[in-house]
């Protein structure tokens, strides 16, 4: 399945306040070859934004911009295997 979406800066806050207890156990996401266009949310950098992540998968799609700087910080993904 295709999503086909553009990612809404503005719209992002709302989901990511209703998936935070997902967020805290999820260890895998791929968002693989679903032709997603805009830039990558700097909020998913966040300090325990994503504590178990180990596989966050993005490949495939038309993303645009740079790494947000968070992303990078030691607490981002603090498990994180493979992007």
Do not use: Y
Not at 14 to 22: G, Q, Y
Not at 23 to 40: D, H, I, M, N, V
Not at 52 to 77: E, H, I, M
């Amino acid at each position: 399945m295709h999503l086909g979406l553009t990612i809404p800066a503005a719209g992002l806050h709302v989901l990511w306040r209703a998936s935070s207890v997902c967020r805290r156990t999820l260890e895998a996401l791929s968002f693989a070859g679903q032709a997603l266009t805009g830039p990558l949310p700097p909020v998913w950098g966040l300090r325990g934004a994503f504590k178990s992540l180990l596989v966050l998968d993005l490949s495939g799609n038309n993303l645009t911009g740079t790494v947000p700087a968070g992303w990078g910080g030691p607490a981002a993904f603090p498990e994180l295997e493979h992007m």
